[in-house]
Each structure stands twice: as structure tokens, then as C-alpha cells.
């Protein structure tokens, strides 16, 4: 079955960096395009960002454009997300998730477009 794994969640003082891993398992990688989505307590869960099928382009919420990285490699079946200048309201649940459909260009933050979600690795910053 599809499995999805994240590792990587700390506590970091605000203007730290962390970098969260995903690897997945039980699904042709390489031709699903991927996310990262966070979610706190009491609050939706919202997509940070995601990347094409083949890497080739990536969108990031504004909320963390210039601060957060996200790359994928399709040998090892990774996705990562490089998070720097963390600040106290990046504090939340991260998750990644795949795509529900094919060859996916990394265009959408909507959560109801992914099928695959891992079980979340949790990020504190402090102030």
C-alpha cells in the first residue's frame, strides 16, 4: 500500500532552520506531483508548498516564499522541505502528500486535490 513518511519536526528558536523529510513507498513517484501541508491546533490545514512530478517547478504559499525550499529526488523517492528563518507562526503539523492524479506540474495548494497524506511530523518554534 501507499505509505508516506515524515521525519525532521523540532523545536528551533525563531530564525533557525529545519529540514523535513518525506520518503514514500507503494507509489510510482516519479509521476505524482508532491506537497507539504501544515496544520496547527484549531486551524484548517493549508498547503505551504508543492512541486512538479519531475521537479522541474515548484509553488510556495506567500506566507513562506524566499524562507522554504521544497525538492524532490525520484532515485531515492524523497521529498524535502528546507524551512529557514523560522518564525514562531510556522509552529504546526507538517505533512506531506501526493498527489491524486498523474504527472502533476506542482500548481496546487488545495488540500482536496491530494489522495496520499503521511502521518505528520511536528515543528515548534520558539520566540
Known amino acids: 500500500q501507499v505509505q508516506l513518511v515524515e521525519s525532521g519536526g523540532d523545536l528551533v528558536q525563531a530564525g533557525g532552520s529545519l529540514r523535513l523529510s518525506c520518503i514514500v513507498s507503494?507509489?510510482?513517484?516519479?509521476?505524482?506531483?508532491m506537497a507539504w501541508f501544515r496544520q496547527a491546533p484549531g486551524k484548517e490545514r493549508e498547503g505551504v508548498a508543492t512541486i512538479a512530478y519531475n521537479g522541474s517547478r515548484a509553488y510556495y504559499a506567500p506566507s513562506v516564499r524566499g524562507r522554504f525550499t521544497i525538492s524532490r529526488d525520484n532515485t531515492k523517492n524523497t521529498l524535502d522541505l528546507q524551512m529557514d528563518d523560522l518564525k514562531p507562526e510556522d509552529t504546526s503539523t507538517y505533512y506531506c502528500?501526493?498527489?491524486?492524479?498523474?504527472?502533476?506540474?506542482?500548481?496546487?495548494?488545495?488540500?482536496?486535490?491530494?489522495?496520499?497524506w503521511g502521518q505528520g511530523t511536528e515543528v515548534t518554534v520558539s520566540s
Open positions: 507503494g507509489l510510482a513517484f516519479d509521476q505524482y506531483s
Open positions: 502528500a501526493a498527489d491524486g492524479g498523474r504527472y502533476g506540474m506542482g500548481v496546487s495548494l488545495n488540500k482536496h486535490d491530494y489522495a496520499y
